[in-house]
């Protein structure tokens, strides 16, 4: 049984499967957001915009710079974890077919500042739909001015707007910036599905946010 609006009114599984669904095949998430989110003034005023892109949509120079970040700032935590760290096996995920990346530029030189790589995906169980940040990377001259926060506002629009129910992500232990910055100043808290909530020994937590009610009634009529 399909609903006005599309989507399967079945169990709370194919519900949720038929959301992501949609979400799948939207070309540009972006614009299902208010527009003004696209510029983006940080604490120490410079001017940035935003743009979302599939892996084979950026240009050579940017997938690049996405890979070299992302090791410049990730590569010793991979290192001190159980993972280890796997350049080829990263820009796998990366290039994932459902993998979209939120891209954030400088507007006084064009230059490469921060990204996020997110996917719309089922969460801890399979009748709950998420945006999973599976990458958020600012740059280090631009960290602590405000990019990181803006970027998780914006993920967080989105699975509004696409009737996610929450915003997932997975933090290493030993990443004590990052624990902070997700826990203390956004508010997170430990999934239901992380390891240390189901018994079990790992060095990292998955993380999560749930998307009010009220925000996804609002935002939806
Ligand atoms: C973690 C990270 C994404 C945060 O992004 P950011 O743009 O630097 O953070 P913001 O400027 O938006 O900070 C928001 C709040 O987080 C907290 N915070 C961020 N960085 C912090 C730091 N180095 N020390 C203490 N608190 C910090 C602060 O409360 C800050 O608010 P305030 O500046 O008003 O005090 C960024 O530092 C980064 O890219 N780190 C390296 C890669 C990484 O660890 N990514 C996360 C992988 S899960």
């Given at each position: 049984m399909t609903s006005k609006n599309?989507?399967?009114?079945g169990g709370k599984g194919c519900r949720a499967k038929a959301l992501i669904a949609v979400a799948n095949q939207s070309d540009d998430p972006l614009l299902q957001v208010n527009p003004?989110?696209?510029?983006?003034?940080?604490?120490?005023?410079?001017?940035?915009?935003?743009?979302?892109?599939?892996?084979d949509q950026l240009d050579a120079e940017t997938q690049q710079w996405i890979q070299d970040v992302t090791e410049h700032n990730m590569k010793s935590f991979y290192e001190s974890s159980s993972c280890g760290w796997n350049r080829s096996q990263k820009e796998?995920?990366?290039?994932?077919?459902?993998?979209?990346?939120?891209?954030?530029r400088s507007e006084e030189d064009n230059r490469l500042v921060a990204f996020s790589h997110f996917r719309f995906e089922t969460g801890g169980q399979e009748s709950e739909c998420c945006v999973y940040c599976y990458e958020l990377q600012v740059e280090a001259s631009h960290q602590r001015?405000?990019?990181?926060?803006?970027?998780?506002?914006v993920l967080y629009e989105i699975?509004?707007?696409f009737r996610m129910r929450k915003v997932m992500l997975t933090v290493f232990d030993c990443n004590s910036i990052a624990m902070h910055f997700y826990?203390?100043?956004?508010?997170?808290?430990?999934?239901?599905?992380?390891?240390?909530r189901c018994q079990?020994?790992?060095?990292?937590q998955i993380l999560c946010h749930?998307?009010?009610q009220s925000k996804l009634i609002t935002n939806t009529n």
């Open positions: 599309g989507i399967n009114s003004s989110v696209r510029t983006f003034v940080d604490h120490n005023g410079r001017q940035h915009r935003l743009e979302c892109h599939r892996w796998k995920e990366l290039r994932h077919s459902t993998a979209r990346h939120l891209v954030v001015s405000g990019v990181g926060r803006h970027l998780m506002e699975a509004v707007a826990t203390h100043s956004l508010k997170y808290r430990i999934d239901r599905s992380s390891p240390s079990m020994t790992a060095d990292y749930n998307v009010t």
